[in-house]
């Protein structure tokens, strides 16, 4: 069993001779929470492009598993299990909670049994649970356009979780949250980083303070340091790179 879910081996993206990423070496243990920040154009949304397999690497290893997922298309590595819920949610509006849910933990069966059958008591009760964990019980038969923006960036991380990955990315989860539904985010992320390996990628402080254990500054694309939130906060260098740049602006 390899304990690490994640490493990077001296990766590199080149656009055009720009290096997005740079020499990056990174890695996480498998059942670990991991915050990846860094100032605007740091590298952030590239990193997971690459994991995801969405960029290739001009150079460079990445490993998932202890297994080398390099030029595996993106499918195949969503298979082995990598979950990534984007900034913006994408639910189905017109469904309720609970069908998105539904559809979620469906998604590599038979489209016609999703479409036309009933679900399974099993995903019945995957489907109560997860209800249960992101806190939309009571609202499980609304239709989801009815929700506010945070209740649905948490629908989102129900069915990527819905799909059962090992390791799920999440990507700023809180951009234009208020503080009770940021609040939610993080408590809900703490609760799934109990049974899952989790990396979120933030640029709200108050928030990566709710939940971080370790994090990760990104700089140019390199790591520029890692510690305890309290650590890289009082880290010149990091101070440097952020001057001039709020460290709870939301970024996009
Ligand atoms: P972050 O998410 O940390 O803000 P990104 O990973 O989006 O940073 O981008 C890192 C750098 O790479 C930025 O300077 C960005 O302009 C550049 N970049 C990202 N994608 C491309 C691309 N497809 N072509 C050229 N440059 C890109
Ligand atoms: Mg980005």
């Given at each position: 069993m390899?304990?690490?879910?994640l490493?990077?081996?001296?990766v590199t993206?080149?656009f055009?001779?720009?290096?997005?990423l740079?020499?990056?070496?990174?890695?996480?243990?498998?059942?670990?929470?991991?915050v990846?920040i860094?100032?605007?154009?740091?590298g952030?949304?590239t990193?997971?492009d690459?994991?995801?397999g969405?960029v290739q690497?001009?150079?460079?290893?990445?490993?998932?598993?202890g297994r080398?997922?390099?030029r595996?298309?993106?499918e195949?590595?969503?298979?082995l299990?990598?979950?990534r819920?984007?900034q913006?949610p994408?639910?189905?509006?017109?469904?309720t909670?609970?069908e998105?849910?539904e559809l979620?933990?469906?998604?590599?069966?038979?489209v016609f049994s999703t479409?036309?059958?009933?679900?399974s008591?099993?995903?019945?009760t995957t489907?109560?649970?997860?209800?249960?964990t992101?806190g939309?019980?009571?609202?499980?038969?609304?239709a989801?356009?009815?929700?506010?923006?945070g209740?649905?960036q948490r629908l989102?991380?129900?069915?990527?979780?819905?799909?059962?990955?090992d390791?799920?990315?999440?990507d700023?989860p809180?951009?234009?949250?208020?503080?009770?539904?940021?609040?939610?985010?993080?408590?809900?992320?703490?609760?799934?980083?109990e049974?899952h390996s989790i990396?979120v990628?933030e640029?709200?402080?108050e928030f990566v303070?709710?939940?971080a254990?370790?994090v990760t500054?990104?700089?140019?694309?390199s790591v520029?340091?890692e510690g305890?939130?309290d650590?890289?906060?009082?880290d010149?260098?990091?101070?440097?790179v952020y001057l001039?740049?709020p460290?709870t602006?939301?970024?996009?």
């Amino acid at each position: 069993m390899n304990r690490k879910i994640l490493e990077t081996e001296n990766v590199t993206v080149s656009f055009d001779g720009f290096k997005a990423l740079n020499n990056l070496n990174f890695s996480m243990d498998a059942g670990e929470l991991r915050v990846v920040i860094g100032p605007n154009g740091a590298g952030k949304t590239t990193f997971l492009d690459v994991i995801t397999g969405k960029v290739q690497p001009t150079e460079g290893r990445v490993m998932f598993k202890g297994r080398n997922v390099r030029r595996l298309p993106e499918e195949q590595i969503a298979l082995l299990g990598i979950g990534r819920k984007f900034q913006t949610p994408r639910v189905y509006l017109n469904l309720t909670p609970r069908e998105n849910l539904e559809l979620a933990c469906n998604r590599n069966k038979n489209v016609f049994s999703t479409l036309f059958g009933q679900p399974s008591s099993s995903e019945r009760t995957t489907v109560k649970g997860l209800l249960e964990t992101i806190g939309l019980t009571l609202k499980a038969d609304l239709a989801s356009a009815l929700l506010s923006h945070g209740e649905k960036q948490r629908l989102e991380i129900g069915m990527l979780v819905a799909q059962s990955p090992d390791l799920l990315l999440v990507d700023e989860p809180v951009a234009g949250l208020t503080d009770e539904e940021t609040e939610n985010v993080g408590d809900l992320l703490l609760a799934l980083a109990e049974s899952h390996s989790i990396l979120v990628i933030e640029h709200d402080m108050e928030f990566v303070r709710q939940i971080a254990r370790k994090v990760t500054v990104l700089h140019q694309g390199s790591v520029l340091c890692e510690g305890t939130i309290d650590e890289v906060q009082n880290d010149p260098q990091v101070i440097e790179v952020y001057l001039g740049e709020p460290m709870t602006t939301a970024e996009h």
